[in-house]
């Protein structure tokens, strides 16, 4: 059974987010801080956390960059009642997954929860390679390479990257990769695209060039650049 850890120092918030998740089937733990999320993280291995932002003893940006360092690849999803860009762009550096800004919908946020799991169990069964000159992308470790180093990327910037590479040359529209890349009817802004290209491009380095910015359309990585 799928088990996800529920963190938030509001007890109403997270019994709420618990009812609708086991209604989903999922088992569900509850944290009350990030301090207390990190030590169940360290006893329980979760298939994904949700995570608020504001919380006493530690923080939920500080506790996901503390699970970070022995679960890589452990999906995050942030809630918060704050709304600045600042909080999203440094969620999403860290690696999160998905930002839910308070009052949510019950409904959308296990819309979300479905779709980062559908995504990364789907990925996590893919098993060849794609290889460009020095970049290389393992699809069944997850990992990305460039001349030989490890480069680290947030689970959603890797599977903007496969999206883009599994579909080079063709021009991808925002919408196309907002909707399949974050796997459901998106509600929020566009610059949630734009912040991750940018993350992207910057990991890349050398190779940020084979992503190419198609104005008013979209993206498309192009091989042949």
Same mark, same amino acid.
């Given at each position: 059974?799928?088990? /996800? ?5 509001e007890?109403k918030i ?10 989903e089937?999922?088992?569900t733990?509850?944290a ?5 999320a990190?030590?169940k993280?360290?006893q329980?291995?979760y298939?994904?956390v949700i995570? @608020?932002?504001?919380m =006493?003893? *530690?923080?939920?940006f500080s ?10 690849d ?8 704050l709304g600045e860009?600042?909080?999203r762009?440094h969620?999403?550096?860290i690696? +999160?997954? @998905?930002? +839910? !800004?308070?009052?949510f919908?019950?409904k959308?946020?296990?819309?979300r929860?479905?779709? /980062?799991?559908k995504?990364t169990?789907k990925?996590?069964g893919?098993? @060849?390679k794609? !290889? ?5 992308i393992d699809?069944?470790?997850?990992t990305?390479?460039?001349d030989?180093?490890r480069i680290?990327?947030? =689970?959603?910037?890797y599977? *903007?990257l496969?999206?883009l +590479?599994?579909?080079?040359g063709?021009a991808l529209?925002?919408e196309?990769l *907002?909707?399949t890349v974050?796997?459901y ?5 566009d610059?949630?695209l734009?912040?991750h ?6 990991? *890349? ?5 084979y992503i +190419?910015t198609?104005?008013?359309v979209g993206?498309r990585?192009?091989?042949d650049n």
């Amino acid at each position: 059974m799928t088990r /996800i850890l529920i963190t938030d120092d509001e007890a109403k918030i997270r019994e709420l987010i618990a009812k609708y998740a086991k209604h989903e089937g999922f088992q569900t733990d509850e944290a009350v801080n990030g301090m207390d999320a990190v030590e169940k993280c360290e006893q329980i291995r979760y298939d994904l956390v949700i995570m @608020d932002i504001m919380m =006493p003893e *530690l923080d939920g940006f500080s506790a996901v960059k503390e699970i970070k360092k022995t679960q890589p690849d452990l999906p995050f999803i942030m809630l918060s009642a704050l709304g600045e860009e600042y909080d999203r762009i440094h969620g999403f550096d860290i690696g +999160v997954d @998905d930002y +839910v !800004v308070k009052p949510f919908s019950s409904k959308e946020l296990m819309m979300r929860i479905h779709a /980062i799991l559908k995504r990364t169990q789907k990925l996590s069964g893919s098993t @060849d390679k794609f !290889v460009l000159k020095g970049l290389t992308i393992d699809y069944g470790a997850r990992t990305v390479t460039i001349d030989g180093e490890r480069i680290q990327l947030s =689970p959603k910037e890797y599977d *903007l990257l496969v999206y883009l +590479v599994k579909n080079a040359g063709i021009a991808l529209t925002r919408e196309q990769l *907002l909707s399949t890349v974050w796997g459901y009817d998106f509600f929020g802004d566009d610059r949630t695209l734009d912040t991750h290209i940018k993350l992207l491009r910057r990991n *890349l380095k050398d190779y940020a060039e084979y992503i +190419v910015t198609l104005r008013g359309v979209g993206y498309r990585f192009e091989k042949d650049n």
